[in-house]
């Protein structure tokens, strides 16, 4: 069945650069608008960033200008590049359709340090 699969999360010195992946399977990915969520300790899960079927993209005004979302139906992905990470963006990162709303994968850690 459905399943989203998110990998590339890791430890990166400020001002560094990740990108994060997330492969979905079980459904017809390219009709899905897909997002990426964030969640930090003893906070509330945020919306990262959106990208719809069409490629409309929307960011948090928070990683506007930092953080690129992108998606490539031919490998089920969508894309999630950081630049000039802060320690503010340490969190467990999660990739979501929005037509699956209960469907989470496990997250991958992003960790921000000096």
């Known amino acids: 069945q459905e399943q989203l699969v998110e990998s590339g999360g890791g430890l990166v010195q400020v001002g560094g650069s990740l990108r994060l992946s997330c492969v979905a399977s079980?459904?017809?990915?390219?009709?899905?608008?897909m997002e990426w969520y964030r969640q930090a300790p003893g906070k509330q899960r945020e919306l990262v960033a959106s990208?719809?079927?069409?490629?409309?993209?929307n960011y948090a005004h928070s990683v506007k200008g930092r953080f690129i979302i992108s998606r490539d139906n031919a490998k089920n992905t969508v894309y999630l590049q950081m630049h000039d990470l802060e320690p503010e963006d340490t969190a467990v990162y999660y990739c979501?359709?929005?037509?699956?709303?209960?469907?989470w994968g496990q997250g991958t850690q992003v960790t921000v340090s000096p």
């Open positions: 079980g459904m017809i990915f390219s009709i899905n608008s």
């Open positions: 990208i719809s079927s069409r490629g409309k993209i």
């Open positions: 979501h359709a929005l037509a699956y709303p209960f469907l």
